[in-house]
């Protein structure tokens, strides 16, 4: 079986300024050794204001932690105030983008057709995007999570070949597990993630389901973690609360 490198990104949502988010990731490498951070893929995901500190930090100490945004635009440059393009973040030395975060999907009513383009966006301007799914607990109460989360993959998916989907990154997160402090059991997070990937060998063949890389996200902290990990389709997690916490998220990924 191909080794998917395990990866832990932490979503830090709309928390620090600038100046707040460098200290953030002064303090997590401080916390990291190289060896950990070539064996467990480490990322950080702060918003976009903080982009620039993050970037000036990460490079000027050669830190081995990548960085990514939690957004973007489908669309290319042109008039749409108030928002960010894929090519301004790759620019800035993105290698990830989070698209269809469930706080995005209630709050700004992101539907799937706009998750595909995104999607296509980020893959469009070189960019990894960590596609975000996951059920409500009304649909977890009427056990229809399976069928749910792989219809949003396949409909976010849409048009795109075997290769690209093997590059992206997918994170099964249960809305009802997001900041909650209930986290899915092991088997909850591998009854998806195996799901997923059955699904994506199904639509783009095996070779494509082995390499792509699919977290578990809700809720994972230092305690859990490793638990999530040991299932064989969890490859990493998306994390956010603690991944504000520098000792806490460090902890996370020196999880083996
Ligand atoms: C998230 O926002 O992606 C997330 C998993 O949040 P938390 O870890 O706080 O539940």
């Known amino acids: ?13 709309m928390n620090l300024n600038h100046f707040e988010a460098n200290k953030l990731i002064q303090d997590l ?18 918003p976009f204001t903080s982009l620039r500190s993050v970037q000036t930090a990460i490079e000027g100490d050669k830190l081995l932690i990548g960085y990514g945004a939690q957004d973007l635009s489908p669309y290319p ?12 973040l790759s620019k800035l030395g993105c290698q990830y983008v989070v698209v269809g975060h469930s706080e995005r999907r209630a709050y700004h009513h992101e539907d799937d057709s706009l998750v595909n ?24 109460e009427e056990s229809r999570h399976v069928v749910h989360c792989c219809d949003q993959l396949d409909a976010a998916l849409q048009g795109l070949t075997p290769e690209q989907v093997a590059q992206i990154v997918v994170a099964y ?24 990937r059955e699904r994506v060998a199904k639509t783009f063949g095996n070779s494509t389901a082995e390499q792509v890389r699919i977290l578990y996200g809700g809720s994972v902290k230092s305690s859990n973690v490793a638990a999530i990990m040991a299932q064989p389709d969890v490859d990493g997690a998306l994390v956010g609360g603690a991944s504000l916490d520098a000792e806490e998220f460090a902890k996370i990924c020196r999880f083996p």
């Open 1 to 13: 079986a191909p080794v998917r490198r395990p990866l832990m990104a932490g979503n830090w949502k």
């Open 117 to 140: 383009a995104k999607v296509v966006a980020a893959l469009g301007s070189e960019m990894t995007p960590i596609l975000c799914i996951g059920e409500g607990l009304d649909v977890r």
């Open 77 to 88: 440059p042109g008039a749409y105030t108030g928002d960010i393009s894929g090519p301004m």
């Open 173 to 196: 997160e249960p809305v009802w597990a997001i900041g909650t402090g209930k986290t899915a059991t092991p088997e909850n997070a591998q009854e998806v993630c195996g799901a997923v």
């Open 29 to 46: 490498a401080f916390r990291l050794n190289v060896q950990q951070l070539t064996e467990v893929e480490t990322v950080v995901l702060p």
